[in-house]
């Protein structure tokens, strides 16, 4: 019998789902997924516009950090490296905070008259070194602290302003999702701001490497190169007819810009240099900067030039050349030489002897070293710098010279115990107008303390304002690595001098030491310690010394005890920032305004 329900009645089948039912369920689900492919496709497609947004805004901000870059680049030969940076950063963040900030008022106001920032960028870019060029000229009216700031005021301001306001157009509508609203609102552009300062750096450190050394970028690496090349870019990525107008700067910088790296240009600096005494033998842009030799017509002599400041010279009138070395223009070279005079205790034969010399110049201290049979070795990090002085000057070398940079090779050595040791150090690294402050730290001296032989000797240069705090930081810091030390100055001080220039001491002074306790003391020097050069019959052997505890003195407090470290240099930085100033001064008196200027 069939089977009841519990009411008692008959159970029947299921109906089964009819045509009809299940055409729309199938219709259903079609359109189910159509709308959910639709969805998707959509999605897909605005995550695409949103990395082509951000593509693009990284484009303009890698363009305006790469040029922010060059203009430091450009202004450096004709005022320094560090007067050229004083409002660098500020003259950047006030003009980033403009372009993005006002990004919709600007593009308004452009688009009311057919143009865009995008097509007005090129145009500033191409128009940079012409500017750069017209303003030069009036860099002695301007001085090393408005000069800079006028020229980035003119030439870099409207570029990062322009690419800042491009960043922002791009990244409008990006958005981000599963944070705050504020953080969202806020990350594009604090992210846009630091994505153009890493862009700077990038730059300086691009620059670092592959300055100096040839490569087929080569003239994308020189101060105009890089900014035509930036230009050139640019208006790739936002052509118009509008890249007219800097058609006449594009033609002024190609045809009659003295600074760019063609022979053509070189020909037409040198007769306006020439009807000022002056010739300029051959220059390169190197990774530390513009490095040039010049020769004086009419006195006789010849210099290498690094930025806004000479790295030494010697005389090439010929009743001065031939000699066992050449004859350097400024004494402090000479006096380098008096480490051999150190008494240490134990005297090595120089034919036995080790010298290792931290910067190079033009080669005057390590030639007399080699001259007098001392094992030689070099430590330069400028490519061009050794490549000019062997090509232009008297430099002799009994060893390859190590090209890098020295805080790198020497904490290598340092920590290597079977590595080369030496019996003299000479530390001369002055360049550009100031010295690379992570060559004085405590760090660094205690690895220069190992690399010495137990009887060695140590002589370090410093070329600044001594009347500041930071030179005195310096001297306490070498004071705490070498147990015996003295300090000289080049010239004698002239406290009439010194109140002229506005309580301004700027000078070389050279501090010996030796790894040893106890006095240090010089032997006198022979005829062949001076090797037959009048320069060393004069600056040899040391004259004007400074008392360190008078000197030390001046500074009361903490400052009587602070020490530079790697993790605390400021006090040095901001003396530098000061002593450049004196120093831009003091090179306008050594070469002529015109010299300068026109690189």
Not at 321 to 341: D, K, N, Q, T
Not at 365 to 375: K, N
Not at 469 to 483: E, K, L
Not at 543 to 556: G, M, N, P, R, Y
Request: hydrophobic share 45%; charged share 15%.
């Amino acid at each position: 019998m069939p089977r009841k329900t519990t009411a008692g009645q008959k159970a029947t089948a299921a109906p089964g789902p009819s045509v009809a039912s299940s055409k729309a369920q199938y219709e259903k689900e079609l359109k189910d997924l159509a709308s959910k492919a639709q969805t998707d496709g959509s999605s897909l497609a605005s995550l695409t516009a949103q990395f082509r947004q951000m593509r693009n805004a990284i484009t303009f901000l890698f363009f305006a950090g790469f040029f922010a870059y060059a203009s430091q680049l450009a202004l450096a030969p004709v005022y320094g490296s560090i007067p050229a940076s004083t409002y660098h950063f500020r003259v950047l963040a006030v003009a980033a905070f403009a372009g993005w900030a006002g990004n919709l008022f600007l593009s308004r106001g452009l688009e009311a008259r057919g143009l865009s920032a995008g097509r007005l960028l090129p145009v500033f870019a191409l128009s940079s070194p012409l500017v750069q060029y017209l303003l030069e000229p009036h860099s002695a009216a301007l001085g090393p602290s408005w000069g800079p700031l006028v020229a980035e005021l003119l030439t870099v301001a409207p570029v990062v302003l322009l690419s800042a306001a491009c960043a922002a157009d791009a990244l409008d509508g990006v958005r981000i999702p599963l944070l705050p609203k504020f953080l969202a609102d806020s990350l594009p552009g604090m992210g846009s701001w630091a994505l153009f300062v890493a862009f700077e750096n990038l730059a300086g450190d691009y620059v670092m490497r592959f300055g100096g050394r040839p490569s087929g970028a080569s003239f994308a690496l020189t101060r105009v190169g890089m900014q035509l090349s930036l230009g050139g870019l640019m208006a790739g990525l936002t052509p118009s007819l509008w890249l007219l107008l800097a058609a006449p700067a594009l033609v002024h910088t190609v045809w009659f810009n003295p600074h760019m790296p063609t022979p053509a240009a070189m020909v037409k600096l040198n007769t306006t240099l020439q009807a000022h005494d002056w010739l300029l033998i051959d220059r390169s842009e190197s990774n530390t900067g513009y490095v040039s030799v010049l020769q004086s017509l009419r006195g006789g002599f010849r210099v290498m030039r690094c930025d806004h400041s000479l790295l030494g010279g010697e005389y090439t009138d010929d009743s001065v050349v031939g000699g066992i070395v050449a004859e350097p223009i400024y004494g402090v070279f000479a006096m380098l030489e008096a480490v051999r005079l150190i008494q240490t205790g134990k005297t090595v034969a120089d034919s036995k002897a080790k010298a290792l010399v931290i910067g190079l110049g033009i080669g005057t201290t390590p030639s007399a070293l080699v001259a007098h049979g001392i094992d030689t070795t070099v430590v330069e990090i400028d490519p061009v710098v050794h490549a000019f002085a062997k090509k232009y000057f008297s430099l002799q070398e009994n060893n390859e010279p190590v090209l890098t940079d020295a805080g790198r090779y020497t904490k290598k050595l340092a920590e290597d115990e079977s590595g080369a040791r030496f019996d003299y150090i000479v530390h001369d690294v002055f360049t550009g107008g100031a010295e690379p402050i992570d060559l004085f730290t405590l760090e660094f001296l205690q690895q220069l303390h190992t690399l010495l032989n137990p009887n060695g000797a140590i002589a370090i240069n410093y070329a600044g304002d001594l009347a500041l705090p930071g030179p005195r930081a310096i001297v306490r810091t070498i004071n705490t690595v070498f147990p015996s030390c003295r300090i000289f100055r080049e010239f004698l001080a002239d406290a009439d001098s010194t109140a002229a220039n506005g309580g301004s001491d700027f000078t070389n002074m050279v501090i010996f030491c030796k790894k040893t306790p106890g006095k240090l003391t010089f032997r006198a020097a022979t005829e062949k310690d001076k090797l037959n050069s009048f320069t060393r019959r004069e600056f040899l052997e040391p004259k004007h010394e400074v008392i360190a505890s008078e000197f030390l003195a001046a500074d009361q407090g903490q400052d009587a005890q602070r020490l530079l470290q790697a993790n605390d240099t400021d006090i040095v930085t901001q003396s530098h920032k000061t002593s450049a100033r004196g120093h831009w001064t003091i090179m306008r008196t050594v070469l002529p305004g015109i010299v300068w200027e026109k690189w």
